[in-house]
């Protein structure tokens, strides 16, 4: 799933408003087709509490935590979760559908059902709004902020959550108008020359954006540190697999900063990453980065045999729509 914004990001960066007393937490969780057998919650501080599955294909623990945000992942997904004293919380969801399946029930579960179904407002906003004309847009950004307070108001939920809550609609207003504006200038990068490149090969030397040319070039901006980066290798794996010796090359271009240059390179060797592996020479700020207007990774660009912008903002590996894409340019 494609996600506009994090909220959690947000919600952390509220976090001093909650207090720091220890409190008793039971968790369970039931996970349909599941990503791992180890379910893992995160938090301030350091905080983290690894859950591995029992024998009745449950996870289970009692811990305890500060009152607050945390994120739990299954494998590759994860979700925002707030924690109350003594709160009973019990989670059923099926992998397959991360957010759109995820219930809580119990005691003190009532913030955490309102983040669960609010992350799927974003996502709609996204898949919907994004595709307006900008005083449209600017009129749904207005609503949504107007009714995700609303809804918040009306909700029997900890003060402090509800604080946290607000200043992370406003922090989500100010990101979704500036994303609106990157998009913009993306999509109008779509059947123009890509900006170029000219980058440190794994394999020695260095490599042209132009050396590419007579090829579709499906670019993967990461770094070694990005998780989301990390869980989309293994897809990516399998598409360069699927389409060895058809007319299109897989390029990763790392963003690392130049002090990890051989954290990079171990990497690569490790993880036996295939396909094009080059170094950005100056990480976010390197011009290729900036001129597409890059602001978080993982990112795909695709770019045709002539070296024309197909998709300044491509589908990920993980995504099926890039399989039916990349179907219909290479036949």
């Not at 009306?154 to 406003?170: C, I, Q, R, V, Y």
């Not at 913009?184 to 020695?204: R, V």
């Not at 024309?308 to 491509?314: F, K, L, M, R, T």
């Amino acid at each position: 799933m494609k996600k506009l914004f994090v909220t959690g990001l947000l919600i952390f960066s509220a976090l001093n408003l909650i207090g720091q007393v220890k409190n008793q937490v039971k968790f369970t969780a039931k996970i349909a087709n599941r990503n791992s057998d180890t379910l893992v919650i995160k938090g301030r501080n350091n905080f983290r509490q690894v859950i591995p599955i029992d024998k009745k294909g449950v996870f289970a623990a009692s811990f305890e935590a500060p009152k607050g945000f945390y994120v739990f992942s299954d494998g590759i997904e994860s979700s925002n979760i707030y924690l109350k004293p003594d709160s009973e919380v019990n989670l059923t969801m099926d992998a397959k559908e991360f957010d759109e399946t995820i219930v809580y029930k119990g005691k003190g579960i009532n913030e955490s059902n309102f983040l669960a179904q609010q992350a799927l407002k974003d996502e709609k906003f996204q898949n919907e709004a994004f595709s307006q004309e900008a005083t449209a847009f600017a009129t749904s950004l207005d609503t949504k902020l107007k009714a995700d307070t609303e809804s918040l108001e009306k909700g029997d939920f900890d003060p402090e959550f509800k604080t946290a809550l607000k200043s992370s609609f406003e922090g989500f207003y100010q990101y979704a108008s500036q994303e609106y504006e990157r998009t913009a200038k993306a999509n109008k990068m779509t059947g123009k020359p890509s900006p170029e490149f000219d980058y440190e090969n794994f394999k020695g030397g260095k490599t042209k954006l132009a050396d590419l040319k007579g090829k579709y070039i499906y670019i993967d901006l990461w770094a070694t540190w990005c998780a989301p980066c990390r869980a989309e290798i293994p897809y990516l794996q399998k598409m360069e697999e699927k389409y060895h010796n058809k007319n299109i090359e897989f390029v990763s271009i790392s963003i690392d900063k130049a002090k990890d240059n051989e954290k990079w390179k171990k990497f690569v060797t490790d993880k036996k990453l295939g396909g094009v592996q080059l170094f950005a020479d100056k990480d976010w700020e390197s011009d290729f980065v900036m001129n597409y207007g890059v602001t978080g990774i993982p990112r795909f660009i695709l770019i045709d045999p002539q070296g024309n912008v197909v998709s300044s903002d491509a589908s990920r590996p993980s995504d099926p729509k890039l399989e039916e894409q990349l179907n219909t340019l290479l036949k």
